[in-house]
């Protein structure tokens, strides 16, 4: 395995030229993505890296050369067992130090140090489950499969067959009785102590983010855990998971703007789905009764801390419920997952301890308003309300701005973003909800309500409009109040959907979260970037 010799220092030389060109050429991309403090520039960091490199690529065709495979065929699945599981199964402190050859293990995963010298050398292992030291004796393989050993590289995948070993300061590890290379890595992993630098690189480089990171590692581990235990949650209560479909003729349920593709086929365009809530829908008038979807959505909108214009959402439906059930059901589900993933029901915000276990405040937009703005939206009227939101925010009102636009801006700019701790905030204007009931006692208002915690919207909830009457005419009032700039927005007259109701729409509530804003919550992350693998970034120019 190991080169050496007038070729390899020909090889190597080699390399250091090609590097010193691609040095020369680093772009101002690289520059973009920064680095950590106290790291080498961005050229420094490429010209060793391109050393590394070809150094590592002149090894993988000396190992061919000699008739190795440094990506051979075959499988480890059936008798490796994790290193979590070798480390439970023993306790150091109850075996003697040194070998237990009746004790052997077969183990799989990457190469992350190495230290020692002479004839015995120290490497720790890692696969998702944890790390362990392996121990690698001259005495106990030889001399050639030690110099094998030698040459392998930080980040190399390999397997190991050994023996449980007990080392003089009493810590578990594995002797090594055999080393096979499963993967020749052809790129150094990143420096564990000066990471990757900034935050986009991060983003935009996920898998290095993920080899240099546990924390990063643990964080996509306990989202897989969220997500498993939300429905998990929903299947207890005998919901039923809908798969509806992501190409839409109409991307209706939400007042956002969608991405449009065109299906060659049929020569029509179609829309990436902006919402799953109208399918459901028509699965309650089917007779399903409770269903939910979990899936990406797409909203060809801004990009913030707390937006994406990709991201998984869940909407939940259920029949004979209304709007107040919905909030009910989003707190037990809150709590509940909270304490399965984390073992807690607390969590860090905006430096506040929140208790999701606790019963939720319970409010109206009426009274938020009023206590923080001093606005009776149901009592003024648009001319007032508009008055007065130009003194509290400076902003200049558009003329063809809505009353019921104008309350939800005060909403959004001067109130949510100051609640903290848990709460429901209910009845919002109906206009721009088409398919939400009108309130009993206020028929300009909505059943609808918004779940809020560290200023941000988590669950959108309704009581469903089932009235196919006044449904079609929502439609049609909608359609007439679009504005100019929104031409491009396909309209919202979903006939389809109005005419599934006339054959007898059940009371129905529903609620829709963005499953990241949860991710995010839960993990006291503080930008949804964090918690998507693979985010949008902007292009490197």
Request: proline share 6%.
């Amino acid at each position: 395995m190991p080169v050496s010799g007038p070729q390899q220092e020909h090889e190597q030389a080699t390399g250091r030229e090609r590097a010193a060109r691609a040095a020369a050429t680093v772009d101002d991309a690289a520059r973009q993505d920064g680095a950590a403090a106290g790291a080498a520039t961005p050229d420094e960091e490429a010209a060793e890296s391109v050393i590394e490199r070809d150094e590592r690529r002149v090894k993988m065709e000396r190992l061919r050369a000699e008739g190795i495979d440094p990506y051979p065929h075959g499988s480890w699945l059936k008798d490796r067992t994790l290193i979590k599981g070798v480390i439970e199964a023993h306790d150091p402190s109850a075996l003697e130090p040194g070998e237990h050859r009746g004790l052997p293990y077969q183990v799989a995963g990457r190469l992350v140090s190495r230290r020692g010298h002479g004839k015995t050398s120290f490497l720790d292992l890692r696969d998702l489950s944890g790390s362990i030291q392996l121990v690698v004796r001259v005495d106990s393989i030889g001399r050639e499969a030690f110099d094998r050993v030698m040459s392998l590289d930080i980040g190399d995948i390999v397997g190991v067959e050994g023996f449980v070993y007990v080392t003089q300061r009493g810590q578990l590890a594995l002797a090594v009785d055999e080393c096979t290379l499963l993967t020749k890595t052809l790129r150094p992993p990143p420096d564990k102590h000066h990471g990757l630098g900034e935050t986009g690189t991060r983003y935009r480089y996920r898998e290095l983010d993920l080899l240099a990171n546990e924390d990063t590692r643990d964080l996509f581990v306990k989202r897989a855990q969220i997500v498993a235990a939300i429905r998990q949650w929903l299947d207890e209560r005998n919901f039923v998971e809908v798969e509806t479909p992501a190409l839409q003729s109409l991307a209706g349920g939400a007042g956002s703007r969608p991405f449009t593709t065109h299906h060659n086929a049929l020569d029509r365009d179609l829309y990436l789905r902006i919402s799953v809530e109208l399918f459901l829908n028509r699965c309650i008038v089917g007779g399903l009764e409770n269903v939910y979807d979990m899936g990406k959505v797409f909203r060809n909108e801004g990009i913030s801390p707390k937006h994406s214009p990709e991201f998984t959402i869940i909407e939940f439906m259920f029949a004979y419920a209304d709007y107040y059930d919905v909030a009910s059901a989003t707190e037990e589900m809150f709590r509940d997952v909270a304490q399965r993933v984390l073992g807690r029901t607390t969590v860090q915000r905006n430096g506040e301890q929140i208790d999701l276990a606790k019963p939720w405040r319970r409010t109206t937009m009426r009274e938020e308003m009023l206590a923080r703005v001093g606005i009776d939206f149901l009592e003024e009227n648009r001319e007032t309300v508009s008055t007065q939101m130009r003194e509290a925010l400076e902003e200049y009102v558009h003329p063809a701005t809505t009353w019921a636009e104008l309350v939800l801006a005060v909403y959004s700019k001067l109130i949510e973003p100051h609640i903290i701790q848990p709460t429901h905030v209910f009845d919002f204007p109906l206009e721009p909800f088409p398919i939400t009931k009108p309130h009993a006692e206020h028929p300009e208002l909505a059943e609808h309500f918004d779940a809020v915690i560290g200023g941000i919207e988590m669950v959108s909830g309704d009581t469903e409009l089932n009235d196919p009457v006044d449904q079609w005419q929502r439609f049609v009032d909608q359609r007439k109040r679009r504005m100019a700039d929104e031409e491009e927005v396909p309209h919202p007259n979903d006939e389809e959907y109005a005419r599934a109701i006339e054959y007898g729409y059940s009371p129905t509530a529903g609620g829709g979260m963005g499953v990241d804003r949860l991710v995010m919550i839960l993990t006291e992350r503080d930008s949804l970037r964090e918690v998507i693998p693979f985010p949008i970034v902007r292009e490197l120019r």
